[in-house]
Nanobody, 120 residues
Framework: VQLQASGGGLVQAGGSLRLSCAASGRTFSSNFMGWFRQAPGNEREFVAAISWDYGTTYYAGSVKGRFTISRDHAKNTVYLQMNSLSVEDTAVYYC??????????????WGQGTQVTVSS
């Protein structure tokens, strides 16, 4: 499975960005697609995940109500719509595919990461 993340950039606080993660290869073996993020000096943390088959979504408390994860089967792509961004959301965002939801160790495949920078 290969994952290609895109859509990061620089945005002002309160703004929005949409990240995309295009998957190729044997994606049927992965039940969940997730987004994680890592800020400098911090550990990688869970952001959101979605069940590939059922569309059930899961969010970290810090982003719930602001971020929306979705998937497009036809395009083999997962999206992360991020609204009301704050400086605390600044990080490298990674998409991942695997059999679990909350822990990074539950994911087998990772994209290369895309930088999101929120300015005050």
């Amino acid at each position: 499975v290969q994952l290609q993340a895109s859509g990061g950039g620089l945005v002002q606080a309160g703004g929005s960005l949409r990240l995309s993660c295009a998957a190729s290869g044997r994606t049927f073996s992965s039940n969940f697609m997730g987004w994680f993020r890592q800020a400098p000096g911090n550990e990688r943390e869970f952001v959101a995940a979605i069940s590939w088959d059922y569309g059930t979504t899961y969010y970290a408390g810090s982003v719930k109500g602001r971020f929306t994860i979705s998937r497009d089967h036809a395009k083999n792509t997962v999206y992360l719509q991020m609204n009301s961004l704050s400086v605390e959301d600044t990080a490298v965002y990674y998409c991942a595919a695997g059999g679990g939801i909350w822990q990074s160790t539950q994911y087998d495949y990772w994209g290369q990461g895309t930088q999101v920078t929120v300015s005050s």
